[in-house]
């Protein structure tokens, strides 16, 4: 059956242009190369984000957000609603997961130079969801109301206070208080299921949006390239058939974690007990936790803190506009700069993540 | 002219900010100033381990227990006689020197209104109190247990009396075999105290709730139990213990044959963990006056507490073992884990009700305790068998998962090749 044949095709396209859409994906494509794979890497970090929204709109059909009941529902979550504990390991692994993949897809698009001219909105609407997907962790690494999520999120929190003009009045608004209490669970919660999916969902409509109009960014080597020698993947339906398999084997992936590596849930908050030894933050944010150790408590009358926290606020901005910095391939020198940055930016990470979970 | 007057200035500011300095110079300073400089240990070491003492805190010198006169410059005159001073004050003295402030009601209330004023009438009605007032000078006396010259309060932790410190304060004297020659008194309850389950509380794992010496002995009023009150004063922790004895037949005979009630059977200062081995077998306590011809009811009384106990004690176990294996296989156990804790609570129980020497009571929580301990073992078992459950679905969702992406890449591929060849 073609889709010429089916009157169900016809009927549909009478009343919504289906042919144009057809039209459109058809000749949708996606370069072939050497690092093609990294196409995927976007792809699944959105499926991952799909994952997030079915499990937490199950989550939410029994968890409670307030102080006295949050850490009760997730323990009966976990004990006595028939697959609960899938779901809030599933909810938890493929959060982790995505925020990997969004790190990875952004890595990908900096080395590939695919932030460049015509380029500039789609990168920055990616650094916009990076942003969005730590507050997603954050602000849910703190819904079970456990212990460590207690102590964790005030360590958290406290740095936020800590930037210089805006960290007090932000610091009240995360809160919700002087300190954490029940109010920023709530707080948190609404943050986790209305705002950031609200704006999330926005951004990467837009991101897409962006994406579809524009194509997939092909290697700047091709610039010079005959059309000839050029290959490309149709992306539909080749492309989509290459990603649904790759996002199976993800599920196949948090199916594996979920059941053999459960996350725990912990002891019940209590803001009057001291914070149990070794509080650590989620691994993404380790490796900014582990450099605020190194640097002193006071360089040159500036506390030691404050300074960390703008230069990785100084850091994330140069980082963001590098399609302003390097806009084009013109400057070869610089291009190979930028993407020297990125690898010490990289290696630089993943040293002090590594030193995070291995010094005392 | 011009030159004089910032001179004269500097001059008169300098003496107006040195004035109140000069008035501010209290008591001690007298003495310290003189007594840190000088070479003789013995006299220069009070001066820097009064820095941390809780009198200089208060502003208290030296000369509110030694006497002279610290603001003369004359040591001879600072030292006299006429000045009061009395040098190093004698052993059996010190207890006196204490209570001129620590009685006086008035006085300390000034300094701290909730410290009690009774130690010197409590330390008189002590073995220590008693030898010292009749001279004898080796006995312990004030500056014994809380130091001379660095007395801190009993809550700060450097404190020789504070709870962690103090069973080695009174070892200092009572585990000397060579000091305590003269006395009659064993030389082994450090010893014995640093291997029971109280010792081991305290020390090992810095349980600062279990008990020291002070809390059996009393602190100022040092004396040993007497044989009536042993269960009073265990009591005071362990109350039920207490109330079920007293209430006991055991209570009587102990009463008539001059037998301390939880000393006969724990011993003092070597008080064991408890085990259900003191009631039965080769170190039964209970065989130790009941014996198989005269009164074999109370042998079969304790065997059965035993027995009862023990099959609580080897269920609680087995379920342990199953929500241990459990939890490392990551599954939720906290909801089981309450059944089991409320389970080991009856074994607690069970053992208290041991005090009682009535078997039926002891079986009565003991049943109790099997019953939670096989619902708990019904909840581990659920837990097991689930993730057995989970490990197949597991294999099950990734298989067909797998399959799924196998099959989706091996169609993208016949399309890509199709293409190809096109």
Known sequence: MTRTDSKLYDQLNVRFKLDALVAFLSSKKVPRHSHSIFYYTGGVAMFLFVVQVCSGILLLMYYKGSADSAFESVRYIMSEVPFGWLIRDIHSWSANLMILFVFIHMFAVFFTKAYRFPRELTWFSGILLLFLSLGFGFSGYLLPWNELAFFATKVGTDIVGAVPLIGEPLLEFLRGSEDVTATTLSRFFGIHVAILPGLFVLILSMHLLFVQRQGMSEPPRWKDLPESEKSYTPFFPDFLLRDFALWSAVLAVVAVLAVLSPWELGLKADPFTSAPAGIKPEWYFMFMFQTLKYIPAHVMSIEGEILGILMFGLGGLLWALVPVFDRDGSRKRWSRFVRLVGLIVVLYIIALTILGYTST | ?422
């Open chain 2, 1 to 422: 002219m011009k030159i004089l007057f910032p001179i004269i200035l500097y001059l008169v500011v300098s003496l107006l900010l040195l004035a109140p300095c000069a008035l501010c110079q209290d008591e001690v300073s007298g003495c310290v100033n003189c007594h840190s400089e000088l070479d003789d240990g013995d006299i220069e070491a009070p001066t820097e381990l009064f820095k941390n003492d809780i009198h200089n805190q208060a502003a208290l010198g030296c000369v509110g227990c030694h006497g002279g006169d610290p603001t003369s410059d004359d040591e001879d005159l600072a030292m006299s006689e006429a000045t009061g001073f009395i040098g190093v004050p004698d052993p059996t003295d010190i207890p006196k020197i204490c209570s001129k402030c620590h009685s006086d009601p008035v006085f300390m209330k000034s300094f701290d209104p909730g410290l009690a004023i009774d130690q010197y009438a409590k330390y008189m009605t002590s073995i220590h109190g008693i030898r010292n007032s009749a001279g004898d000078t080796k006995v312990a006396q004030c500056a014994s247990c809380h130091r001379a010259h660095d007395i801190r309060k009993a809550n700060d932790p450097k404190s020789s009396t504070y709870a962690f410190n103090l069973p080695g304060t009174c070892a200092a004297c009572h585990a000397n075999n060579v000091y305590m020659a003269g006395y009659d008194i064993a030389t082994d309850q450090h010893t014995d105290y640093e291997r029971s389950v109280h010792g081991i509380a305290l020390l090992e794992k810095r349980d600062i709730g279990a008990p020291a010496c002070n809390d059996c002995h009393g602190n100022h009023g040092a004396v040993p139990p007497e044989v009536g009150s042993i269960d009073k004063v265990c009591g005071l922790c362990h109350a039920n213990n207490m109330t079920n004895f007293d209430q006991s037949t055991h209570n009587e005979y102990f009463d008539a044959l001059e037998m301390p009630a939880c000393e006969t059977c724990h011993s003092n200062h070597y008080v064991d963990s408890p085990s259900t081995d003191i009631l039965d077998g080769e170190t039964s306590v209970c065989a130790q006056c009941h014996n198989s011809d005269e009164s074999p009811e109370g042998l079969e009384a304790a065997d059965g507490m035993r027995k009862s106990i023990d099959s609580l004690n080897t269920s609680l176990t087995v379920v342990k073992e199953k929500l241990d294996e459990s939890d490392r296989k990551g599954l939720f156990v906290t909801n089981a884990l309450f059944t089991w804790q409320e389970a080991r609570q009856k074994e607690f129980a069970a053992k208290t009700a041991v005090h009682t020497f009535d078997l039926g009571k002891v079986t009565g929580v003991t049943a109790e305790g099997l019953e939670l301990a096989s619902q708990a073992d019904v909840a581990a078992d659920d837990l097991l068998a689930g993730y057995v459950f989970r490990r197949a679905g597991l294999a099950v969702s990734v298989f067909f998962l797998g399959l799924l992406a196998l099959l989706l890449w091996l169609k993208a591929r016949q399309i890509d090749a199709r293409q190809q060849s096109l």
